[in-house]
């Protein structure tokens, strides 16, 4: 009877074991190539791209959807979203934004933090024309509503509890709009002195706190997102200065992540990392040159930083752990396990 029980309680263990190795996931990075209009995907583990994935023009932004099924790609040379179905790897469909006026691209775009909706404003080279904002129902797949977002719209950002959506008119102001009707409800009041500077904007997932980036002004506005009121300023350390663009937080609210592009030659192209605890800048990542391109994964342990190459780091130590080289311009990234 010892033998069979021994043997039965084996089993179960291999049971378990192959299980658990069956049902282990792994990361995988999708890296917008912007000049081959590809979607890549990157094995981390192995620091390889294993496929590549043809989307449209100039693809630049790329955010997910809520299970995590699909991503949604904008196509800056054109007016288009790509879908991606990443079971099948492969486009699936592509979304063409209801303009009617010449002269009009796929602009900035972002998600809710439920990944329900995604915002695609308008781009033009002229920066005196009027935009649109346009809403994707993630789980219908289709355009279910526009309006009007004024001009040049360098960023957009959700606020944590999901009720307003904040766009940057870069260098001229910031609108907020109630996400239910679209409808305009107030606006920020800039940095005084700097509001020509005007450029990024990021809202924290589990606080009522906002981030505004202000270009070579070397400053960061912080804002309580629930009353649009300015509640502190962030002023860039030395050897952090630059020119401060794009900005997101990690999805626990820990952290924020500033794009810097150097303005002078002692200054450094890399990424500012805010502690949100302290308001206070406490690392700069020198990863060169980042478009747009950075992630964290689900468990907050990894970001991942995309510039000539993909980098990522730890969110633990904040210390580089290993790149690879796309050999190509690499636009937004996001990171799945499967």
């Given at each position: 009877?010892?033998?069979?029980?021994?043997?039965?309680?084996?089993?179960?263990?291999?049971?378990?074991?192959?299980?658990?190795?069956?049902?282990?996931?792994?990361?995988?990075?999708?890296?917008?190539?912007?000049?081959?209009?590809?979607?890549?995907v990157v094995d981390p583990g192995?620091?390889?791209?294993?496929?590549?994935?043809?989307?449209?023009?100039?693809?630049?932004?790329?955010?997910?959807?809520?299970?995590?099924?699909?991503?949604?790609?904008?196509?800056?040379?054109?007016?288009?979203?790509?879908?991606?179905?990443?079971?099948?790897?492969?486009?699936?469909?592509?979304?063409?934004?209801?303009?009617?006026?010449?002269?009009?691209?796929?602009?900035?775009?972002?998600?809710?933090?439920?990944?329900?909706?995604?915002?695609?404003?308008?781009?033009?080279?002229?920066?005196?024309?009027?935009?649109?904002?346009?809403?994707?129902?993630?789980?219908?797949?289709?355009?279910?509503?526009?309006?009007?977002?004024?001009?040049?719209?360098?960023?957009?950002?959700?606020?944590?509890?999901?009720?307003?959506?904040?766009?940057?008119?870069?260098?001229?102001?910031?609108?907020?709009?109630?996400?239910?009707?679209?409808?305009?409800?107030?606006?920020?009041?800039?940095?005084?002195?700097?509001?020509?500077?005007?450029?990024?904007?990021?809202?924290?997932?589990?606080?009522?706190?906002?981030?505004?980036?202000?270009?070579?002004?070397?400053?960061?506005?912080?804002?309580?997102?629930?009353?649009?009121?300015?509640?502190?300023?962030?002023?860039?350390?030395?050897?952090?200065?630059?020119?401060?663009?794009?900005?997101?937080?990690?999805?626990?609210?820990?952290?924020?992540?500033?794009?810097?592009?150097?303005?002078?030659?002692?200054?450094?192209?890399?990424?500012?990392?805010?502690?949100?605890?302290?308001?206070?800048?406490?690392?700069?990542?020198?990863?060169?040159?980042?478009?747009?391109?950075?992630?964290?994964?689900?468990?907050?342990?990894?970001?991942?930083?995309?510039?000539?190459?993909?980098?990522?780091?730890?969110?633990?130590?904040?210390?580089?752990i290993r790149s690879i080289s796309?050999?190509?311009t690499i636009g937004g990234i996001?990171?799945?396990?499967?």
């Amino acid at each position: 009877m010892k033998p069979f029980l021994t043997a039965f309680a084996l089993f179960v263990l291999a049971v378990l074991l192959c299980s658990e190795i069956a049902s282990a996931q792994k990361p995988f990075v999708y890296a917008a190539l912007t000049d081959e209009g590809n979607i890549a995907v990157v094995d981390p583990g192995s620091s390889r791209l294993v496929q590549r994935i043809q989307v449209g023009r100039d693809p630049l932004d790329v955010v997910l959807n809520a299970d995590l099924s699909r991503l949604y790609v904008s196509n800056t040379g054109d007016i288009t979203v790509s879908i991606v179905d990443l079971a099948e790897a492969r486009e699936v469909q592509v979304l063409r934004l209801p303009v009617n006026r010449r002269g009009i691209n796929t602009g900035v775009m972002i998600r809710n933090w439920e990944g329900t909706r995604v915002y695609v404003a308008e781009r033009s080279d002229d920066p005196s024309r009027d935009l649109r904002v346009y809403v994707i129902d993630t789980q219908k797949e289709n355009v279910t509503a526009q309006f009007d977002a004024g001009k040049n719209i360098s960023a957009m950002a959700v606020s944590g509890d999901g009720t307003k959506l904040f766009v940057v008119n870069k260098g001229e102001g910031i609108r907020v709009f109630n996400t239910e009707d679209n409808k305009q409800v107030g606006s920020v009041k800039l940095l005084a002195g700097f509001e020509s500077n005007v450029w990024g904007i990021a809202c924290s997932p589990t606080a009522a706190l906002g981030y505004v980036t202000y270009g070579s002004a070397n400053k960061i506005q912080v804002i309580n997102t629930a009353n649009n009121q300015q509640t502190g300023v962030i002023d860039v350390p030395k050897y952090h200065t630059g020119i401060q663009k794009r900005i997101i937080f990690s999805p626990d609210g820990k952290y924020a992540f500033v794009l810097n592009h150097k303005d002078t030659f002692k200054e450094i192209d890399g990424v500012n990392v805010i502690d949100a605890s302290k308001n206070e800048i406490t690392k700069i990542f020198n990863s060169g040159v980042v478009l747009n391109g950075i992630a964290v994964n689900h468990n907050n342990k990894v970001v991942y930083v995309a510039s000539n190459d993909l980098k990522w780091y730890s969110m633990l130590t904040l210390e580089h752990i290993r790149s690879i080289s796309l050999r190509t311009t690499i636009g937004g990234i996001v990171v799945v396990e499967r």
